[in-house]
């Protein structure tokens, strides 16, 4: 899959409402822990209607449910709990812009060259590009293009903006993991960790309860 394909999956299938309003957290692992373990040759996103029928057979209740389900939701289901059933914990990245005070997500994942990975590609991405327009919201584009920035020149402290990775709940990381991050809304809990230049940084990303900085 290329570039813009792949932008343009994740957008149709990973915009498509709450995963928890499916599933609980349990199930999703149980069901990302299943796809994980198969053998590339016995898998394919290009089928996942039958995977409840080859491989959920010892969980009725939930090959039900699975079933029961658009294929565009079984997609969106596997490809999400794949993700969280892989090793580490559930991080975002994200940019802190210290000229606008703005806080921008720009990938999430388990391992650190996966968040780095995704959120290069997100900052390059086309649609993002489309969707951020430089006149009308001069600080969001100000903070991406000092975040783009940082992470091509690796130098992720600046007195400008820093680029810092952050723990995140599994009940926002299973929503968010594969959605384009641009309107996610989330709350940030601050410090003890501070950067070089003494400023507190992010240590803690969940869903937000109230109006949050994107």
């Known amino acids: 899959m290329n570039c813009i394909e792949h932008i343009r999956y994740n957008h149709l299938v990973h915009q498509r409402g709450e995963l928890l309003h499916l599933f609980d957290l349990g199930q999703l692992k149980l069901i990302g822990g ?15 209607f039958s995977f409840a029928d080859l491989h959920l057979v010892d969980h009725p209740q939930l090959a039900g449910q699975y079933s ?21 914990e559930a991080k975002a990245m994200v940019a802190v812009s210290y000229q606008n005070g703005m806080v921008c997500l720009l990938g999430m994942g388990k391992q650190e060259q996966t968040l780095i990975e995704r959120s290069k590609e997100y900052l390059a991405s086309p649609l993002l590009a489309t969707m951020v327009d430089r006149t009308l919201e001069p600080d969001l584009y100000q903070t991406l293009q000092q975040a783009t920035k940082a ?28 959605s384009f991050p641009l309107h996610a809304e989330f709350t940030l809990s601050w410090g003890p960790t501070k950067d070089r230049y003494g400023r507190l940084l992010p240590t803690y990303l969940c869903e937000a309860t109230v109006n949050s900085p994107r």
Do not use: M, N
């Not at 299943?34 to 996942?48: G, T």
């Not at 389900?69 to 490809?79: A, F, G, S, Y």
């Not at 690796?154 to 299973?174: A, K, P």
């Open 34 to 48: 299943i796809a994980a373990c198969l053998p590339l040759q016995d898998f394919s996103l290009l089928y996942p």
């Open 68 to 88: 029961s389900l658009q294929q565009i939701e079984q997609c969106r289901v596997l490809d999400a709990a794949i993700e969280l059933a892989k090793e580490g």
């Open 151 to 178: 992470l091509d020149l690796e130098q992720r402290e600046t007195e400008q903006c820093t680029i810092c990775t952050t723990s995140c709940s599994e009940e926002f990381f299973i929503e968010h993991v594969l």
